[in-house]
């Protein structure tokens, strides 16, 4: 079975790509087109009931939810891209997905989807990202402290990885225009992260397919995509 994977370029389907390329699982992708609001088509609806990217396929049926999808692959592909069950690197990474999926992912939603959270008063969206951009620094400081190097649980990189340098990515570049606030390299041990994870092959391949150009995850730019769009 390929698998089947529901995407928009730089979107929180690029983690699963990075997995899926790390696992070297054969699978096909489908673009969801967001400039057509296809996240929100009935069709899509019935895959994932809350309209977000990505979804994955699977013989067990679509998943939706990043850190299920990733957690889920682990354990389909043991020894990939976690530690086995078991090992004394497995609770680690169960902690720093679940950290990474419960606290980071949503205060980054928080950053781009402001108005969503916050309504529609600009003095209420500004005391949003201001509140979020303090989250997200004290987030990133505690990674920061707590990176065993040069991945986060220490010489082999595991989905928890793949999932930070992602959100790392997109805290450089979105939103556009709004960005000034953070510089990861005031993260050292995180930037060095991020250029591990960018000499992956699975980086590389990533890079072709979404076109997010040659240094992704430590000075990223805009993506310049073969189809669709990031937003
Ligand atoms: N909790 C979800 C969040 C996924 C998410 O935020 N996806 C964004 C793209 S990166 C999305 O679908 N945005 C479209 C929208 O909000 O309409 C997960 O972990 O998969």
Sequence with gaps: MTYLLHYAPDNASLIIRLALEEIGQPYRTILVD????????PAYLKLNPNGLIPV?????????ETGAILLWLSE???GTIAPLPGATARAPFLKWLFFLSNTLH??????F??????????????ALQAQMQAEVQRILALLEGAAAGPFLLGAEPSAADMYLCCMLRWLSIYPKGQTAWFDLGAFPKLTALAAAMEARAATHAAQKAEGLGPTPFTAPSYPNP???SAT
């Design 113 to 126: 989807y402001t108005a969503k959270y916050a309504g529609p008063e600009a003095a209420h969206q500004a």
């Design 76 to 78: 389909a592909h043991p």
């Design 106 to 111: 949503p205060a980054l939603r928080m950053l």
């Design 226 to 228: 073969p189809e669709g």
């Design 34 to 41: 967001r400039r057509m609001q296809a996240q929100r088509s």
């Design 56 to 64: 994955l396929e699977t013989p067990a049926g679509p998943i939706f």
